[in-house]
């Protein structure tokens, strides 16, 4: 089936109003994070690089917004404590900025601040931005408790062709 995405940051309502009035239906509430890395004083996450993309494109799911496919070129590492592998993240780096675009995780609410930590420990405090996770994600109220910041939430929004 053939369809057009778009996202619409949530305060502009009249360009929302647009779109539901052209056929574009909600799909998700997006939200974009930023923050500092820093040490949060937990041990023993590490992330192992990936170089095979493939079996993790398909396992991409079929909402996720285009910026955060792994086929925009960005990196994947899984995630590891204690020889058990805990999920795998999808992100961009830079020398002084780390976003996360996809964090997948067995148990996202108690493990991201140890993701955050093997962050902290690669690259030290560098900025870092969480970019189009679905708000309702249960990290979500972690990482602003440790002072990240909303910057904005956005409408995903989906139409048949």
Known sequence: MDESRLEVISENIPALRLYQKLGYTEINELIYLTGSLQDYGIAGYRLKEVSDLAAYIALEEDALPWQNRIAA????????????QLGYIVYGVSADNLILLQVRLSNAPDQILG?????????????????NEVVTSEY???LLDKGFEKIATQIQMRKKI
């Open 73 to 84: 070129h960005h990196k994947i590492a899984t995630i590891w404590r204690n020889g058990e």
């Open 115 to 131: 993701l955050l930590q093997a962050f902290y420990d690669t690259y030290g405090s560098i900025s870092c931005a969480l970019f």
């Open 140 to 142: 979500i109220p972690i």
